[in-house]
Nanobody, 121 residues
Framework: VQLQASGGGSVQAGGPLRLSCVAS???????MGWYRQFPGKQREFLAL???????NTADSVKDRFTISRDGAKNTVFLQMNNLRPEDTAVYYC?????????????????WGQGTLVTVSS
């Protein structure tokens, strides 16, 4: 199982970025979401896309970040607008789903490798 995140990079304050994350190797995916991590801190929840198409976004970013999903392609996006220097962090995608292991169906939470977002003032 692999989650491949992309779209991170450097941007000026006030600018946008769109992160993408593709899941592969799973039998199925239920929920997909985004977290971020500041140096020396625990991962912080940002947004979640549920299998019924509903979403949940952290209050701290909901006026600037939007999660969306292409269920057919096991892909989740995070549109980030009006970025601030304090948004500089490593962004991780995750997914809850199932995969085969030794012919058994196993439920698990998967994590992507992280993509760095740097916002300069």
């Amino acid at each position: 199982v692999q989650l491949q995140a992309s779209g991170g990079g450097s941007v000026q304050a006030g600018g946008p970025l769109r992160l993408s994350c593709v899941a592969s190797g799973t039998i199925g995916i239920v929920d997909m979401g985004w977290y971020r991590q500041f140096p020396g801190k625990q991962r912080e929840f940002l947004a979640l896309s549920y299998s019924d198409s509903s979403t949940n976004t952290a209050d701290s970013v909901k006026d600037r970040f939007t999660i969306s999903r292409d269920g057919a392609k096991n892909t989740v996006f995070l549109q980030m607008n009006n970025l601030r220097p304090e948004d500089t962090a490593v962004y991780y995608c995750n997914a809850d789903g199932w995969h085969y292991s030794d012919s058994q169906v196993v439920a698990a939470r998967y994590w992507g490798q992280g993509t760095l977002v740097t916002v300069s003032s």
